[in-house]
Structure formats: C-alpha cells, structure tokens
C-alpha cells in the first residue's frame, strides 16, 4: 500500500498487540530475525482491546496507541484554515501551525491507510482526505466565507452542515477549508480586498484561480496528497477548467441545504472537485448515493441549439457531436435539432410586446440571480449594521451586485 506517512524510520520499532502482557509469546527464529535486521520490537498491552486495530505506522504513548499525521505545506494558498481530529465535543478543531513559506498554513493529514479502529466495514471514504468550501457549517468553527467582515460577525457553529457530515459518516477526514470568491461572488486576483487569492498551479501559476470555488479546485489541482475537495454551484465549472482538473455539480436537493451558505438558492449545489474521475462515482455514491432515483423514464430525444452552433474550433465541435451521437448511441434516441429563435417567433407570446428573444430575455438571467444574491445577505448586512454602526468591507463587484440587486 503506497502510503506518503508511513516512513521506513517507523519500522525500526515492532509493536506486537496483546490484551494482557504476556499473551503474545515470540519465538527464537523471529527474535533473531528481527535483530538481524536491526528492529526492535515490544510485546505492549493495548487498553482499548476490544477495538480492531488495522496495521500499520501508530504513536505509542502512555500505553495508548495513537494516528500519526505528516504536515503538507499549503503553497498555493487555498486554505483559510487547517483542521486537526478534536474530541467528542469538537471532532474537528483548527490546527493552528505556520509553514515554511510567509503566509502559508501547515495541514496534518491522516495516513490513508485504515485508521485505528476502523472494522471492515468502515466507511466506503475512510481515510479519504477531503477539503471543503468555508461556506459549510462545521460545529464549533466560524464561517468566514473569505470575508472579514462576514467572519468578524460570525459565531461557531452549533452543528456540522448535514452534507459535510455524510462524508465524515463515510470515514473522511477533513483537513480544511478552502478559499473562495468572497461572499460566493465573482472575484478574480486584483480584486481580492481580504484573503490572498489561491494560486492557480497551471502555466506561470499566475493565472486567475475563478470562482467562486477557487480555492476548492486549485487545492485539488495542486495537491497530489489531497484527494478530493468540496465546493459548490454557482461556481464549479469555471474553476475546474482554468485550473484544470474534474468536477461534478450534483442535483439541486441531492444534499440537504442546512448549513450551507446560500447565493442563489434556484440554483445552490455541492460539487466535487478531483484529480482522476474514475474515483468519483464512488465519492457520489457514499456521499448521496441513498437520494440518487431514477426517473423511471428514459430520454426521448437529445436537443442541439443551432443557435449556438457550430463553435469556432472545430476540435472543440468535433468532440461536442461526437458526445451527442454517444448519447444517442447509449439510449438509442434521435438527434433533433432546433433553432430556437426561430421557435419564439412561431409562438412569441403577447407579453413579449414584438420583442425578438434575445431582447426579451436580455437581463432576465443576470437579474434573477443577482436579485437572490442580494436578499441571501439581507440578514447578514442589516445585523452588521447594528452591531457596528457601518456597512460591512465588501469588494466592488459584491458592492456592485448588492446595488443592482436592490
């Protein structure tokens, strides 16, 4: 099992498990073996016996065994904070330790092998480690949401968000929270008032992270000992191109919304964010497996908007048909191609007052959501406002968005 914790240095020392000191009786052949190759060994009475105890590199202290963690750097600058296990109080508590770099936060992480305790049939993520947009509830954490003036408001957590805690359920360990666009807007590098943006690991890694999951999507990118990250629409497809890796948006109410920040709640989801995409059938399955149902009612046809086509690059069209007729393929449904202006003319509505579709519809998308962006945050600034006698430090596009959204 390749494992980036376990070191050759932790095998100089065997622990041989007993429930009671005595009970493991080594022979001569094995003693000599071992001495041969200059490792020492113990026969220890482990207390929590009744526990399963997968092999592997383990602290012994105080006659208690105990996960070991390595500290990764986090040298893109995508997390706002580090987690480390609590208690059964806190399960999660931040782990306050600086890296190397100015700026930079060091982030333990668990072995990814199974851990002590963990029977056979443990979560299907056990050991996974998993970094979540800092727009999900973690009991006794505050969301900052990359804002100060949202963090200098806030108050730990009473609970973890339901969504979040199906992935600890499932075994995975969270090491921490990641950046995003402040208040889950749009903000690109020069615009970041309050919190460094992440460092996009692709080109120069000078290029813009986008958003708002930027944090989420450069992690995954950047880290090979990262496995998965956590972040959400409207702000997933974005950054998983520019910084070039997989994502998923899963269905609006796949997961419970409790805990989660809204933006535009129409339109509100979790997403994954990974590396290689073969894995993430397995994380969407542990993750909301139990809420994904089938229609019952297969596709009856694939629609292609020529409005929209072809594009430009012929490359990026060859692919785009090439994906439709692998649909058609897979249900075996026709192709039917419309033109949808062409439609709004044959059934405009009397509303529309002879207006042509593009024109109808001109600010309707723009507006919608920025209408809900503003109201998602009437609780937060009219609080703030109270509180401090001054309307929260926001960036301009934020601004921008609150007055249009009035």
Not at 109 to 125: I, K, T
Not at 236 to 252: H, K, M, Q, Y
Not at 264 to 271: E, I, N, R
Not at 359 to 375: A, K, M, P, Q, T
Request: net charge positive.
């Amino acid at each position: 099992h390749q494992d980036d914790v376990s070191q050759a240095q932790f095998r100089r020392l065997l622990l041989f498990w007993a429930t009671r000191e005595g009970t493991i009786r080594l022979s001569q052949s094995l003693k000599s073996h071992l001495a041969d190759r200059n490792v020492e060994y113990a026969v220890v009475e482990f207390r929590d016996a009744d526990r399963a105890l997968a092999a592997g590199p383990y602290l012994w202290y105080d006659g208690r065994l105990g996960p070991i963690y390595r500290l990764y750097e986090d040298s893109h600058s995508t997390f706002i904070g580090s987690l480390r296990p609590g208690d059964k109080d806190l399960p999660l508590k931040p782990f306050r330790l600086a890296g190397h770099d100015p700026q930079t936060l060091s982030v333990p992480v668990p072995s990814r092998q199974p851990l002590l305790g963990h029977s056979p049939d443990h979560g299907r993520l056990t050991s996974k480690r998993i970094l979540i947009k800092d727009i999900f509830d973690v009991r006794g954490l505050k969301m900052s949401a990359c804002s100060r003036a949202f963090l200098r408001l806030a108050t730990p957590s009473h609970r973890t968000a339901p969504a979040i805690q199906r992935l600890i359920d499932e075994g995975a360990a969270i090491v921490g929270t990641a950046k995003l666009s402040s208040m889950i807007s749009r903000e690109e590098p020069s615009e970041c008032i309050d919190y460094c943006a992440p460092f996009n690991p692709r080109g120069d890694r000078s290029q813009s992270p986008a958003g708002s999951s930027s944090g989420s999507a450069a992690a995954i990118a950047a880290y090979d000992w990262l496995d998965y990250a956590i972040g959400s629409d409207c702000g997933t497809r974005r950054p998983a191109g520019v910084n070039g890796c997989f994502a998923i948006r899963l269905s609006t109410a796949a997961l419970p919304a409790e805990g989660i920040l809204p933006c535009f709640k129409l339109f509100d989801a979790p997403s994954l964010f990974c590396r290689d995409i073969n894995g993430m059938g397995e994380v969407v399955n542990a993750w909301c497996g139990h809420s994904l149902k089938s229609s019952g009612r297969p596709p009856t046809s694939v629609f292609v908007p020529m409005d929209y086509f072809p594009v430009k690059n012929n490359e990026q069209q060859n692919l785009l048909d090439q994906f439709a007729l692998d649909v058609c393929a897979c249900f075996k449904i026709p192709i039917r191609k419309i033109h949808l202006h062409k439609l709004w003319e044959e059934t405009r509505p009397a509303t529309a007052h002879g207006n042509g579709l593009k024109e109808y519809l001109r600010d309707v998308g723009r507006n919608s959501f920025i209408y809900d962006f503003y109201h998602s945050t009437d609780d937060f600034r009219s609080e703030y406002e109270r509180r401090f006698e001054a309307s929260p430090q926001v960036n301009r596009v934020v601004r921008w968005r609150w007055e249009v959204g009035k």
